[in-house]
């Protein structure tokens, strides 16, 4: 099929009028999160899909929005939730069952989930354009005057699903996505005055890297390594670390550019990938589609890679969120494993001043809805920190979901004046999530034996107390080994001692379970 190109100036034009709706129809922040609205959640993941193969039980992260049920909490609100593949009706339950106040049946009866039924590796979306009564069967059943739909990230595929179905998207255009790859992100940061790593514009070759690199090396020679990163990745996947130290007799003035140039080149087949199994040959092929950049790699014995989220509304008014502490793993670092809420106190604050500059900006492009700005930030000691910005995703990322989880549970506020959370009791918030609880000795779990293991251990979220684990990604479970999670507390110790709970249930439960014979397992179930 023929895909339209809103990018050409009269669908862009007809994509933006349809979005200026949501500005007529909300005129403030509170307006919008309480009115009575149709919300159609394109849980579609409209990335690269080699890069986004690198991420094990990627085909299950359709799952990471469906903290968007909790919603149903405001009794005139209804959802639509479309899927590649139906949803296990064990997990729709788990979410509708944490709506505090409000009967399961009111609340089921106000979602319709669809779903393709299409398990092949396209983005969600691409499918439903794919299939012509599946589009009216959405378009039937929303009030056009009341509906707004949402997704994961925004491309020409979302852009096309809106026109198609006259419904406005809340999300940045895909013409803007632009600002949420790495060289937009540079760009940003430097119009708006935010510090961040020395580094190159946009490459589109290897040679035209090994130039870029050797330039950077040039103005900065103490450098002892840099990242290269591909333009478009995911949880820190396209990314690389080249080591300079093999190579450091060429620094300053003890070699010529040439050289410099040609040791570089030589070093991107010895670069240290961040993805499991990646090569230079597959890498350098990638830039020449997607385009890449170098930086510098920031040092420092103690150093945090914190990041704080806001919104642009379809007033214009920037919100600042919330602000994490992220928690990073892989070969060096760079890939994201999980978060604490909120980062450290120390710097935290100043996270949320530079967060709003970029909001301000991307507003003045013409952005909308969630933005993320990632950081590194070095203790200078005497309570100083070095902070650097590398990165705005403008999509949900992996800390939208634990926030608006928290947010949409507790239904409480964020305080800028303190980057706390308050819940409606007026008790601050604390969590730690992960995307990636992931054990071998967890494959072969149901999402019906997590439910058991949940409620018979107390592990679920108590409405009372606004404390306990919420659970995600349940359908990577069985088949991976994986699992999401966030463990909320009214303190960061009893956060994380909620956290390490879920995981000794879960060790000693798939422990036990390992140790039974078919004959013992018929002989309890007797």
């Known amino acids: 099929m023929v895909l339209l190109n809103i990018s050409h100036l009269e669908q862009a034009d007809e994509f ?130 009341k509906a707004f739909m949402t997704c994961y990230n925004s491309t020409e595929l979302e852009g096309e699903l809106s026109l198609k179905l006259g419904v406005p998207l809340y999300a940045a255009a895909p013409d803007l996505q632009i600002w949420g790859t790495k060289s937009g992100s540079r760009q940003i940061f430097a119009e708006s005055g935010v510090p961040h790593p020395d ?26 390594r840099m990242v290269v990163k591909l333009n478009e990745g995911i949880s820190g996947e396209g990314n690389a670390l080249l080591d300079l130290r093999p190579i450091s007799n060429l620094a300053a003035e003890n070699g010529s550019h040439t050289e410099r140039v040609a040791a570089i080149g030589d070093r991107f087949a010895k670069m240290r990938f961040q993805a499991t199994q990646e ?60 978060c604490r809420f909120p980062a450290d106190e120390a710097y935290r604050l100043l996270l949320q001043q530079l967060g709003l500059k970029v909001g301000l900006k991307l507003a003045e492009k013409g952005a909308l809805e969630r933005f993320g700005v990632d950081f590194v930030v070095v203790d200078l000691g005497d309570g100083q920190w070095d902070i650097q910005a590398i990165e705005i995703n403008l999509r949900k990322g992996g800390t939208t979901h634990p926030f608006m989880t928290l947010k949409l549970l507790t239904n409480g506020r964020y305080d800028p004046p303190t980057g706390l959370f308050y819940s409606m009791q007026g008790r601050p918030k604390y969590y730690i999530a992960t995307d990636n609880l992931q054990k071998e000795r967890y494959q072969g779990l149901l999402p019906n034996d997590l439910m058991d293991i949940i409620a018979h251990h107390r592990l679920h979220f108590d409405s009372g107390t606004e404390t306990g684990s919420v ?35 879960l060790d000693d439960e798939t422990s036990a379970v390992s140790d039974y014979s078919p004959n013992t397992t018929w002989q309890m179930a007797y």
Request: glycine share 6%.
């Open 471 to 505: 659970f995600h990604l349940m359908g990577c479970l069985s088949q991976f080994g994986k699992l999401g999670l966030t463990s909320i507390g009214d303190s960061p110790q009893q956060a994380q001692e909620i956290y390490n709970k879920v995981v000794k249930v």
């Open 279 to 338: 090569t230079w040959e597959n890498f350098s092929g990638r830039i020449t589609e997607l385009g890449a950049i170098v930086e510098a790699f920031v040092e420092g014995e103690i150093k945090r890679s914190p990041s704080v989220q806001g919104r642009i509304t379809p007033t214009g008014e920037v919100e600042i969120l919330s602000t994490h502490d992220q928690i990073l793993g892989g070969p060096d670092g760079q890939i994201y494993l999980g």
């Open 199 to 224: 580094g190159s514009e946009l490459v589109w070759s290897a040679k035209e890297l090994a130039e870029a690199a050797a330039q950077l090396w040039e103005r900065q020679p103490t450098l002892k």
């Open 16 to 145: 933006r009028h349809l979005q200026l709706t949501l500005r007529d129809r909300w005129k403030t922040i509170e307006l919008f999160d309480n009115s009575d609205a149709d919300i159609l959640v394109i849980p579609s993941i409209s990335l690269d899909q080699r890069e986004i193969k690198k991420v094990e039980g990627c085909e299950h992260y359709e799952e990471r929005l469906l903290f968007s049920l909790i919603r149903l909490r405001n009794p005139r609100t209804r959802l639509i939730y479309v899927t590649s593949v139906p949803l296990h009706p064990s997990i729709v339950d788990y979410y509708l069952q944490l709506l505090p106040g409000i009967p399961f049946s009111h609340a089921r009866n106000r979602l319709l989930l669809l779903s393709t039924y299409d398990a092949s590796p396209k983005p969600l979306t691409q499918k439903i354009l794919e299939r012509p009564r599946l589009l009216e069967r959405i378009r039937q059943a929303l009030r056009m005057d």
